[in-house]
């Protein structure tokens, strides 16, 4: 990660971005992190399997792919949380999926890859997450898609939303006696590049992209949590809600721990043992027994 990356759009709760960019500011020295440093405890390729329930951590900003600074970052990639989600949904030794997570979004780069994975798991699996701190942006965008999604009394959900930050220094260039002059093919190329000036077209341009990754955050989650365009509105306003007042408002479905969630789904029956049960009862119904 650098700090141009953090210019590109986000889906992440504001005050963990700040966070980052603060840490970016201080960030190590390349050559201070060895690769083996930078890959332990980040095994998501695969998932551990606890009575044919498959969990899968998500834990971190979200980006596409780690990088040599993502456990500075404390970021986990998405193309390896989508192989996981993937493989579990086709291992016929998993019953169900649980989505462990703690996460105050990330970048829209690898979400949607990630929020499908989820969905289409929902075809062959169960599949439930489990908010274990924070199920923010682009975290609640994944967890969305789930069948249910439980959290702890005093974690927090939602920050439904997407964003993009600009910052135009051409006046502070032009008091220091410096001119910016962007060479390129278009009046968009440069648009935001420091030291120019933001116009109110190039404004209404990336507000269009804003939008736009917005409306595909809004479509996934009425899709998910089965709401309406009006239940869906008021919450998406980038606020957090405390766990309570997300089982209220329909954001998720109930206040659990996760061990009290993982017990339930360990105990829970196959659908191939349910419908041997199903068979017998009718058979016994019949006095075929």
């Known amino acids: 990660m650098n700090l141009t990356s953090l210019s590109s759009l986000w889906c992440i709760e504001p005050l963990a971005l700040a966070g980052m960019q603060s840490l970016a500011a201080h960030a190590p020295r390349r050559e201070g992190i060895t690769a083996q440093s930078s890959n332990q405890g980040r095994h998501y390729g695969f998932y551990e399997t606890v009575s044919g329930v498959a969990i899968i951590p998500i834990r971190g900003v979200l980006v596409r792919r780690e990088t040599w600074l993502s456990e500075y970052f404390d970021e ?26 703690d996460s105050p ?47 702890q009394r005093m974690d927090v959900v939602g920050s439904i939303g997407s964003r993009m930050m600009l910052y135009d220094f051409s006046a502070a260039f032009e008091a ?11 009046w968009f190329k440069s648009a935001g590049e420091y030291g120019t000036e933001i116009t109110d077209e190039q404004i209404a341009e990336f507000q ?24 869906l509105k008021p919450l998406a306003d980038g606020r957090v809600f405390l766990a309570s007042e997300a089982v209220s408002n329909g954001l998720i479905d109930g206040i659990r721990t996760l061990g009290d969630t993982l017990d339930r789904e360990t105990r829970r029956k196959s659908p ?6 199903t068979w017998q009862q009718r058979i016994s119904l019949l006095g075929m027994s």
């Open 76 to 101: 986990v990639g998405m193309e390896r949380l989508t192989e996981a989600i993937t493989k579990a949904a086709g291992n016929d030794a998993v019953r169900s999926i649980l989505l462990r997570v």
């Open 105 to 151: 979004g990330g970048t829209v780069d690898g979400l949607a890859e990630l929020v499908d994975a989820v969905w289409s798991a929902r075809e062959q699996k169960r599949v439930i997450a489990q908010v274990e701190g924070t199920a923010a942006s682009a975290a609640y965008h994944v967890a969305s898609q789930a069948h249910e999604i439980y959290a």
């Open 176 to 186: 220091a006696g410096v001119k910016a002059i962007p060479i390129d093919t278009g």
């Open 208 to 231: 269009r992209l804003v939008d736009a990754f917005q409306a595909d955050f809004l479509k996934a989650v009425r899709r998910g949590r089965n709401m309406t365009a009006a239940q």
């Open 272 to 277: 191939a043992a349910m419908q041997r049960e």
